[in-house]
Structures are given as structure tokens and as C-alpha cells.
């Protein structure tokens, strides 16, 4: 078995936070880690697609799948397509000045820097602050800390009460 490795520093300049914000994207400084069995470009641009394997490892950030597409700087891609059984995302953010893990997992997951969005498809599950939310379909918004849920089956929500 062959694994492909990149690892490289974000050049992209970050932009300074205050506790409240959420975080978007990779931030100047971290150290970015690519696995994957195979990689190639496509004709297009700025695409890079991924088979086996894949993951991608930054301070704040952690992406699983059997296949990924990155579109746009690797330093700092607008757009990750991921698909497995299943495809995972674990991302950190500050919120209200406390530290938030936030977890996903579907057949199908697409995350968009430009509206800073995850998309889950397929068997998604999403957890953050104590709340995990099952279903065929999850939209979650970062920035507003919306979530949006439907598919045949329902939703399912379970909620572990603070003390």
C-alpha cells in the first residue's frame, strides 16, 4: 500500500478574531497535513482529488474519507468534498470565548469556506455543545450556529441537560 504524504505551512494571511467569532478556513502559521493512497490533479484548476485513505490534518481541523476533492490554494481550499462510509469532520471554534468541538459524519460531506457551511449527506449525524442531531440531511451554517435537518426517516435529536 502507497500513502501519499503533503504536509506544508499556510501561507494565506489570517485575519485577526475577537473570542466571540468563529473560526473560517486554515489560519497563517498552521501546519497542514495531507494522507492519502493515491492524488491527482484535474484539468481543472485549482483541483486536486484524493482516493484512500484521505485525511487532512490542521491545528483546529480534521477531515476522514475514502475519497476527497479540494478545490482551490491547498493552503487554504475553498471548497472539500469528501465521500465514505462515512466521510468525518471534526472542526474547532470559538464561541462566546469558549473552545467548541464540532463533529460530523455522512455518507456524503461538503464544507464551503465561502459561506462557512458543512453539508452532510447520507446517514449524517452532527455534534457540538452537548447536542447530537441524526438525520438524512444536515445543513449547518458556523457562523450563525444554525442547524437545518430533514430526510424520510425524521430527525433525531439527543440533548445531554448541563447540570
Do not use: C
Amino acid at each position: 500500500m502507497r500513502i501519499l504524504v503533503l504536509a506544508w505551512t499556510a501561507l494565506s494571511a489570517g485575519l485577526a478574531m475577537s473570542d466571540d467569532e468563529r473560526l473560517s478556513g486554515f489560519s497563517a502559521g498552521d501546519t497542514i497535513s495531507i494522507k492519502a493512497e493515491n492524488a491527482w490533479e484535474d484539468v481543472a484548476p485549482d483541483t486536486i482529488h484524493f482516493s484512500g485513505h484521505f485525511e487532512l490534518r490542521a491545528h483546529d481541523w480534521y477531515l476522514s474519507a475514502d475519497r476527497a476533492t479540494l478545490y482551490g490554494d491547498l493552503d487554504d481550499p475553498e471548497t472539500a468534498v469528501l465521500t465514505g462510509s462515512p466521510a468525518s469532520i471534526q472542526l474547532e471554534t470559538l464561541s462566546h470565548g469558549q473552545l467548541e468541538t464540532i463533529t460530523g459524519n455522512a455518507a456524503r460531506i461538503v464544507y464551503r469556506r465561502d459561506t462557512n457551511s458543512i453539508s452532510l449527506e447520507g446517514g449524517a449525524s452532527l455534534s457540538r455543545a452537548g447536542q447530537t442531531m441524526h438525520s438524512e440531511e444536515i445543513e449547518y451554517d458556523i457562523d450563525q450556529d444554525r442547524i437545518q435537518a430533514s430526510g424520510s426517516q425524521g430527525v433525531h435529536i439527543l440533548v445531554n441537560p448541563e447540570d
